[in-house]
Antibody, heavy 119, light 109 residues
Framework: QLQLQESGPGLVKPSETLSLTCTVS??????????WGWVRQPPGKGLDWIGS???????YYNPSLKSRLTVSIDTSKNQFSLKLTSVTAADTAVYYC???????????WGQGPLVTVSS | EIVLTQSPGTLSLSPGERATLSCRAS???????LSWYQQKPGQAPRLLIY???SRATGIPDRFSGSGSGTDFNLTVSRLEPEDFAVYYC??????????FGQGTTLEIK
């Protein structure tokens, strides 16, 4: 059974960089036709796609976050990562890592830690 | 960017009743790229339906999806107590860009 697990700080100061890593277990991250993405959910609100990465290293970003965002992959560790720079309180959210099949469904999700931006 | 609008915002029903949730897109959506998710408090979303009408692995057959173009529905034929949750539709619209609807809360009446 494929499992995804996010790790990283739960508290980030304004203007600093939010960094999260997703570790994939129970299967290879180097699988064709599947992508690895990040989705966030501000407290009490809906879901927003942040960006995705393919095992080849190709990346795809939400245009609204593109200038601050880096998503990367490390196939040797079966991990992919998110870096979001210059964060503000508006970036406070639960951050989920997830797998999506091509450009369709998100079929496996991590638990999603809450990341709070506050001084 | 394609905007998905879900209705109603909240649906109050009793166990055993039938629920129909709507998802309307601002532009035509390819059926292959329309999915539905269920989310319970403190949990990650769970894939229910993909390709507009295909049930994901392990999803009971009381859940069904339908629709095409700009109008899609999720139907729960006979509500069980564990079905009360928030439901989201989601689409891929090229660029690339994924968008989600704002959600429908299905609550016990």
């Amino acid at each position: 059974q494929l499992q995804l697990q996010e790790s990283g700080p739960g508290l980030v100061k304004p203007s600093e960089t939010l960094s999260l890593t997703c570790t994939v277990s129970g299967g290879s991250i180097s699988i064709t036709n599947y992508y690895w993405g990040w989705v966030r959910q501000p407290p009490g609100k809906g879901l927003d796609w942040i960006g995705s990465v393919y095992y080849s290293g190709s990346t795809y970003y939400n245009p609204s976050l593109k200038s601050r965002l880096t998503v990367s992959i490390d196939t040797s560790k079966n991990q992919f990562s998110l870096k979001l720079t210059s964060v503000t309180a508006a970036d406070t959210a639960v951050y989920y890592c997830a797998r999506h099949a091509g450009w369709g469904r998100f079929d496996y999700w991590g638990q999603g830690p809450l990341v709070t931006v506050s001084s | 960017e394609i905007v998905l609008t879900q209705s109603p915002g909240t649906l109050s029903l009793s166990p055993g009743e039938r629920a129909t949730l709507s998802c309307r897109a601002s532009q035509t959506v390819d059926n292959r790229f329309l999915s539905w998710y269920q989310q319970k408090p403190g949990q990650a979303p769970r894939l229910l339906i993909y390709g507009a009408s295909s049930r994901a692995t392990g999803i009971p057959d009381r859940f069904s999806g339908s629709g095409s173009g700009t109008d899609f529905n999720l139907t729960v034929s006979r509500l069980e107590p564990e079905d009360f949750a928030v439901y989201y539709c989601q689409q891929y619209g090229g660029s690339p860009m994924f968008t989600f609807g704002q959600g429908t809360t299905l609550e016990i009446k």
